[in-house]
């Protein structure tokens, strides 16, 4: 190594960049095995994420010790879903290294960049949920709460997505072919979990409430974790995830022996199929119940070490809810209540009132979604099957919760039939947002309109029977990886306006950039760092599609799973509309727009493959035009995830948020977007709501029906009507239908254009229209450049609401309860 230029002499938390080049050299010998002379890429970047990581461990370490000391109330999150993103860039920022690796980098001849490019992201989940835990975990390890996650090790992430002929396909996501330096397996703590079997009476139990199950099968669960570092404090918090192995006697060595080599390892890929994948495909009865023995996986191996853990410093029962607090992130680990009522009563032999009482002081449910198809359930045949022991406890608790309900409601059978946790038509299931509401202390929802829906409609009968229990915490999200991490340039900017970098955990402060709105050469500064953004950006999309786009164009995105409610279709025939008007007006002077979709429909989802189809499709006919290519360009960027994100996010000029109004929870893209100066087209919907009403109606673009005027309109709607009556919509229809999409093909897509002019489900043809003309008021106001980038900077300003430390910190006051523990500094 030369050392050719003075260094600095710089000490951080990350200590000396010496000591960081030494243990950097070592690690590279001693744990790769090799020199600086012969490291490949992978040994580079496996080196410099180790030497990273042990900067984290010593923290980890103390805060362990702080835990321990404090016997704190803890937090435990259950998600079945994590998508943590990159780990390599956000370690270097929270340790304070950063500054240390580009020098060294230079010196070793390789960039930082191209080390990065095998840092791989773990993609454990699929989107919004899965990103919001991972925000949340950031921010409570910020907020030094006590805190672990807990999930499932999905060997293969969420799918890549690639297009052949325009179609998805889904690659398998092998994300720890290179291994995962950022994890620590923890063997010592591996947990033993049951399946199927039988049930049978506890003899000395004259109540019956208790009995004993003997599974049929079992399956270890093996723990490893990676570690959740605080942003400016040395608390680091850990997500442990489980992976499901084969119990040691799984393989049949006799069979072996006889040259039975498939049989003989059976019971094995059966047993660690269960973490193979996240939400298996639940078309078929095999696909259902593996996605059911993966959410007892993950509760049976959390809730044993959720215990384990209480009583390092506990004993008895008594004090648990006082000491463990679980968050049900959605249905998916709810099964976690009845599991902590058999090991009370079945395991550790406390009367049934005392473990329901314990077991309803210990959780909380947080719910994400309103529509009803997504509100999970199971067939009772299949729990029955599965885990016998549970249907039991699951009878009865709803047997005692009733008798509760008829106390209230005397005589009243239908309140019964709707409250109860059962469904008996058409076929028995057990309804899981039922059991959570019942099994818990706090329900809530995830934006202002979702809480107050959920009371309304999907969970009324609940909201009226306990009133007190549900509450609302708005969404948020992380502002180190959104935007200190995603964009440095603004940080920058924003850091030198405001004259520290307080704002990155104090984000309301952003509100004293709004007195910048006014001052030019901010602005000019402003739009420079955007060019810049989208410059990276068109690098991307060239590399990736091949597609030329015009960074000076306005950038307008929509980002997020595909999905019927959030609308894709509408926003698509928006952009059939721009093109049918410069085919019409070739002359026309439009403001040139780049069109950016990005997202992953679900393998088995159909219309939203077909869509997606369709989108590459006009794609590719828009941006072969040789008019319409000068003003218009579309995109569907493949293989979203949170990478991609962090380019998207600071590039965007508009968010589209165009939901139909009711239909989404919360949406948290729409936070992101906004922080990074994106204005918002969008519904009343989610937290746009909120959005708008902080960032001023007169800085985002409103359309369309609200979530009355929708559930009003539904009850007597034709969307024929709308495209009978509206010759640019009928125009844009029309264009799908005659196969110019398809090189003349008109069956291809003519399920698209069924499931419009048939049902129109989510109404898009309804808001076809104000869309439309709010899309055109927003090609207004981007000519005025000023106007536009004092929007761009008043959404930013305006948006630090959207914090997920203020997040957590509601969760704490509201329904936690817990406070910080602080650890000793580095
Ligand atoms: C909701 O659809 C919300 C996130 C996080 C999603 C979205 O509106 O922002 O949760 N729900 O709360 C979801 O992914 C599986 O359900």
Redesign the pocket.
Known sequence: MTDARPRPKMRTVGGTLEAFEQDLISNLYYQRGTTLESASGPDGYHTLAVTVRDRLVGRYARTAAAHYQANPRFVYYLSAEYLLGRQLRQNLLYTGTEQFVRPIAEDLGVSLEELEAYDVEPGLG????GR?AACLLDSMATLDIPAVGYGIRYEFGIFKQAFRDGAQVERPDDWTFYGNPWEFPAPDDRQVVGFYGSTAPALDDPSGLRRQWTPAETVRGEPSHMLVPGYGTPTVNIIRLWQARASRESFDLSRFGAGQYKEAVEDIVQAENISKVLYPDDSTEQGRELRLKQQYFLVACSLRDIIRRYRLRNTGWDAFPAKVVIQLN?THPVMAITELMRLLVDEYRLDWDLAWSITRRTFNYTC??LLPE?LETWSVELLERLLPRHMEIIYSINHFFLQEVAATYPGDLDKMRRLSIIQEYPEKRVRMAHLAVVGSTAVNG?AELHTRLLAETTLRDFAELWPQKFHNVT?GVTPRRFVRLANPRLSELITERLGDEGWLTDLERLDRLAGAADDPAFLERWREVKRLNKVDLTHQVERSTGVVVDPDALCDVMIKRFHEYKRQHLKLLHVITLFNRLREMPEMDMVPRTVLFGGKAAPGYHAMKLLIRLVNAVAETVNTDPVVSRHLKVVLLPDYNVSRAQVIIPAADLSEQISLAGK?????GNMKLALNGAVTIGTLD?ANIEIRDRVGAENFFLFGLDAQQAVDLRRHYEPRAYYERDPELRAAVDAIASGVFAKGDRSLFAPVVDAMLGRDEYLALADYRAYVECQDAVATAWRDRDRWTRMSVLNAARTGFFSSDRTVREYCDKIWRVDPVRVEPD
């Open positions: 699929n989107g919004g949920l919001l959605d994400h979604t997504a995830v969404n989404e929870a919360s949406g948290t989610g």
